[in-house]
């Protein structure tokens, strides 16, 4: 191909000199009769030097024979050729050493992203070597003026050896500041033709792989907990991919020996300060560990047995029968989480094998001695958000539970923004998550939402989607300037870890007595979880039957919406509901409020259909106990008549008779709604993700 270009060139330059020769004077025209043949150069006129003149003769020197134009072109059209060789040489080898590169990190089709980046970050004077944490805790970035009491952090995780294997490339630049980042987001055209787009996101802060949990403990967490032993709640949220990094900031991965600052999480770093300052004020720790899937509450220190969400005569949220477990160590509070997470949902996607189906949250609440609450610090790890794109699967079990997702984050940034903006209307009952989280939202709340995100470009939709929630959640921030953060004078290094600070003047308090950390209401249950020396922790609090009696009598008075009334009355869900279809509509996502009502019906019918039939089964019990009755006393000398033993089973039948018309009554309502959900999911193309 090169070859026969230079032939092309060379040929013009050369018709391009006949035709400038042909136009010099002197020469001869051609003749009238004979065809224009091809013009050739007439002899330049040859002017003869002297000749040179002996040696020692003292003549004139000889002068150097002058180049032909002819000649002179031929040179530079010879220079030319070479130059473009060199060029192209050059450029294949720079082309040999990006395919060696992009082979050994992301293939060899993956040549043309990663030069692409690189270009963006040569451009941009993003540097290729994470740089760590320099600045203060993130609640004093805004200055005295700040009065948010929201902040949204990002963290992304290094890339791990199965993505190097798998030629995976990272696709994350961090900016200079920590508080905006950038996703090179790698796309294919219609022509083949390769392309990056580039996308920008601000936040308080953001975390690269260089920093470690105790990092994020400091500036993030611990400013918290000075709230809550004020008297305040305050609540973090770990939001993200599964395989993003959630585990490993809320948990740790637990190897001391790598040394790298994340072998405990926020669950241990957290509770050795709140244990600290509690027992140094002679307060008690208790936690409680629970997740919510599907609508329903289910408690893993209590092998997920189902809970209720109700409302007491103060207008507080209970979970009644939730156990509540009292700690005096980190190891405790690890060894509780390890067998929670056990019992944890879990399932395939389309993006993960093992993917989180709910919400798990961890509750650490500060006590006196009498019981009452001082504090209450809230740990929520977040189903993975690949789970909410997974609305449209064809998989009824996967489609409801993403849905289910998919409405509970969008109460959840509802909720977020009306906290922050001081809201009068807070729409905690969207969903069953912001109704536990009640606390999270009223009072004296502070909350953080730590989203973290996977590098590899194998990840980069599901991150774009998490960075996108996070930014929404952010960007209704009505009481922060703009510009806040980037104004923000950071200190060079971090400050020395503080002890979290203990409430106001406490009062002097004997300590806890094993009666007052053992005592609990209501019957023991059979199996405790065990502590590090195998031993059962002692049970704090446990609601009872009786209390759970209370609270639907108070709900019932108070005319609330309990756990019977039907999904679509919940003004605070349609509301949600509505709100998503608005933000959505721009995807052409029209009828998304009705798919996520159908998915909310279905799944308080299928509550209503277990419980009918669970009512039906007992009922028949007792029915069957009367039928092995009437038969003894038929069979007695002095029993009952025939006609007795006739009237009474009549009864009998006819009372299962309506117990089985009930059930089929509740199970015809679910496969009819089932359905409708079919037929919605059908014409919903595409599923907006909260």
Not at 40 to 56: D, E, I, K, L, M
Not at 63 to 71: I, N, T
Not at 373 to 381: A, E, F, H, R
Request: charged share 30%; proline share 6%; net charge neutral.
């Amino acid at each position: 191909m090169d070859t026969e270009m230079e032939r092309a060139h060379i040929k013009g330059q050369l018709q391009g000199l006949r035709a400038a020769l042909r136009q010099q004077p002197g020469r001869r025209p051609s003749s009238p009769g004979r065809p224009q043949s091809p013009a050739r150069p007439s002899p330049a006129p040859v002017n003869r030097a002297p000749a040179a003149a002996a040696p020692g003769s003292g003549g004139p020197r000889s002068r150097p024979k002058d180049k032909s134009d002819c000649v002179t072109r031929v040179e530079e059209m010879k220079k030319q050729r070479e130059e473009r060789r060199r060029r192209a040489e050059e450029a294949k080898n720079k082309r040999a050493e990006e395919a060696k590169e992009a082979e050994s990190r992301g293939g060899i089709e993956s040549v043309d992203f990663l030069r692409k980046i690189r270009e963006y970050r040569q451009a941009h004077g993003l540097s290729e070597t994470p740089e760590p944490w320099e600045g203060s805790d993130i609640w004093d970035i805004g200055g005295a003026s700040d009065t948010s009491r929201i902040r949204v952090c990002v963290r992304k995780r290094p890339m791990l050896r199965v993505e190097q294997i798998a030629h995976d490339f990272d696709v994350i630049s961090s900016e200079a500041g920590h508080s905006s980042l950038v996703v090179h987001e790698p796309r294919t055209k219609v022509d083949m033709s390769k392309a990056v787009e580039n996308h920008r996101f601000v936040f308080d802060a953001v975390f690269n792989e260089a920093d470690s949990n105790e990092t994020i403990h400091i500036t993030a967490l611990r400013p918290m907990l000075q709230h809550v032993f004020s008297g305040g709640a305050a609540t973090i949220f770990a939001f993200g991919q599964t395989g993003s990094g959630k585990t490993c900031t809320m948990a740790g991965h637990g190897n001391l020996t790598l040394n790298d600052g994340n072998a405990n999480g926020l669950y241990a770093l957290a509770a050795q300060d709140v244990v600290d300052t509690a027992q140094a004020n002679r307060l008690i720790v208790g936690i409680s560990f629970f997740e919510v899937y599907r609508g329903q509450i289910l408690d893993l220190l209590g092998d997920r047995a189902k809970l209720e969400v109700l409302e007491d005569g103060k207008g507080r949220v209970q979970v009644v029968g939730l156990r509540e477990f009292a700690i005096e160590s980190a190891e405790e509070l690890l060894t509780l989480v390890k067998q929670a997470e056990e019992l944890r949902a879990v399932g395939a996607t389309s993006a993960n094998e093992q993917s989180s189906r709910s919400h798990a949250i961890l509750q650490v609440l500060i006590r006196d001695e009498s019981g009452r609450g001082v504090g209450k610090l809230s740990l929520v790890d977040l189903a993975g958000s690949e789970r909410a794109a997974d609305s449209s699967s064809k998989d009824r079990q996967t489609r409801i539970e993403g849905a289910e997702i998919n409405k509970s984050l969008l109460c959840l940034k509802e909720c977020i923004r009306s906290l922050d903006a001081d809201s009068t209307h807070i729409p905690f009952r969207g969903s069953k998550l912001t109704q536990v989280l009640r606390d999270s939202f009223v009072g004296r709340a502070k909350t953080t939402m730590i989203a973290t995100i996977s590098p590899g470009s194998s990840s980069a939709e599901n991150t774009l989607n998490t960075l996108r929630y996070a930014q929404r959640v952010k960007e209704f921030s009505v009481k922060r300037p703009p510009a806040a953060l980037a104004a923000a004078k950071r200190p060079s290094a971090l400050p020395p870890p503080a002890p979290p600070v203990a409430p106001p003047a406490p009062q002097p308090m004997p300590p806890a007595s094993a009666a007052a950390r053992g005592a609990h209401y209501g019957a023991p249950l059979q199996a405790l979880p065990t502590g590090p020396n195998g031993q059962p922790l002692q049970m704090v609090r446990q609601s009872t039957a009786e209390e759970l009696v209370a609270a639907k009598e108070q709900t019932s008075e108070r005319g609330d919406a309990g756990a019977d009334c039907d999904p679509s009355d919940d003004v605070d869900e349609l509301r949600a509901i509505e709100d998503l279809q608005k933000s959505m509509k721009r995807d052409g996502a029209e009828e998304v409020g009705s798919f996520f009502k159908s998915v909310a019906a279905v799944t308080r019918s299928e509550q209503h259909l277990v419980a009918a039939h669970k009512e039906s089964i007992e009922a028949n019990e007792q029915l069957i106990a009367q039928e092995k009755m009437l038969i003894e006393e038929l069979q007695e000398a002095d029993g009952c008549s025939l006609d007795e033993y006739a009237t009474a089973l009549e009864k009998v039948l006819l009372e299962k008779y309506k117990l089985c018309h009930r059930v089929q009554a509740r199970l015809d309502a679910l496969k009819k709604q089932l359905e409708d959900e079919e037929a919605l999911s059908a014409r919903v193309k595409q599923v907006p993700i909260y």
